[in-house]
């Protein structure tokens, strides 16, 4: 009984030690940057982009940039990657899955959900009016409607066209890259310095009924730790969630990495854990932004592109990748 009492009196003093004596050293953070910036993936984040710096502009905050950029490309009505322009599932149907996260670590997730217009704007809904982060399927839908967001019944002809095209063979290739990109991810940070992100896709082209990939899934296609910086993916999302990408880049920068190293060995970590699939089967993208404006992206082959706001001015940048 003694030595039982002693063990519990020595944990117990144990447990009122400082939690900080037993986390690692953290990187010393430099100065924050305050001027703003956007960044997203692929060439046409740059419409996103804009959309976000004219928020910005407006005094909107981050999460206000990425929502309007996110938005911006759900609105366009032939895009094949994003919205309900975006390319169907194996029996026809456009499914959209989103996510947004903020500066204060809230997170909402729409995934699955079919004929709404705005799915990124459903998921910031669930973040701000619901209890929940993720919400799927009819589900999804019910909220949307009950808050507001109308029945969209719009089908791209390109799309129907592409997906009648696709029957005739019924050929499942995953790989993504510039020429069949299926998600924007989009990271900004406010002129307070404050950092959002958000990610919409519907999805890769011609999957099983149901399937839901890592961009509406916090720590796979997104996340954002507002002390020290923020990243998304794009790409095969099985190979994302498995690695938990997003995630584990905004650790790394926590630890001292680059945004760029921090991309580079997110990939590297990503290859090894996926190393029963045939690396020549799928692409995988990230980048990422740290708290003091710092921007790295990077990616398994090459071709990714991302767009960037910065110092006043759009450019549209090619990653790196680990193979050539």
């Excluded at 690396?279 to 990714?304: L, M, N, T």
Aim: net charge neutral.
């Amino acid at each position: 009984m003694n030595t039982r009492r002693k063990f519990l009196q020595s944990f117990a003093a144990l447990g009122a030690l400082p939690l900080l004596s037993f986390m690692p050293n953290l990187k010393k953070r430099q100065k924050k940057y305050t001027e703003g910036l956007v960044v997203s993936t692929w060439n046409f984040g740059v419409k996103a982009n804009t959309a976000a710096v004219k928020i910005m502009n407006d005094g909107g905050n981050a999460l206000d940039m990425v929502t309007a950029g996110a938005m911006e490309m759900e609105s366009d009505p032939t895009e094949l990657t994003i919205g309900l322009g975006g390319l169907p599932d194996r029996e026809g149907h456009t499914t959209l899955d989103a996510c947004v996260m903020d500066s204060i670590g809230r997170a909402g997730s729409v995934c699955f959900l079919e004929k709404i217009k705005h799915p990124v704007a459903v998921a910031r809904a669930i973040m701000e009016k619901s209890p929940h982060v993720v919400l799927v399927g009819d589900g999804a839908q019910q909220f949307a409607l009950q808050n507001g967001f109308p029945k969209d019944e719009y089908q791209n002809p390109e799309a129907q066209k592409a997906y009648r095209e696709w029957l005739e063979k019924s050929e499942y290739k995953p790989i993504i890259n510039i020429e069949n990109h299926d998600t924007i991810g989009i990271l900004a940070m406010d002129k307070k310095g404050d950092l959002s992100g958000a990610c919409t896709t519907s999805g890769l082209s011609y999957k099983m009924r149901g399937r839901v990939g890592d961009s509406p899934i916090i720590g796979a296609g997104l996340y954002v730790d507002n002390e020290v910086g923020a990243a998304t993916a794009s790409g095969l999302g099985e190979t994302i969630l498995r690695s938990c990408s997003s995630f584990l880049m905004v650790e790394l920068m926590r630890q001292g990495y680059s945004p760029l190293n921090a991309c580079k060995e997110a990939i590297q970590r990503l290859v090894k854990i996926n190393s029963f699939m045939n690396i020549g089967d799928y692409q995988a993208c990230f980048i990422a932004v740290s708290k003091e404006g710092e921007i790295g992206a990077y990616s398994v082959h090459p071709g990714f592109t991302y767009s960037v706001w910065k110092n006043g001015e759009h450019q549209v940048l090619t990653a790196g990748s680990l193979l050539s």
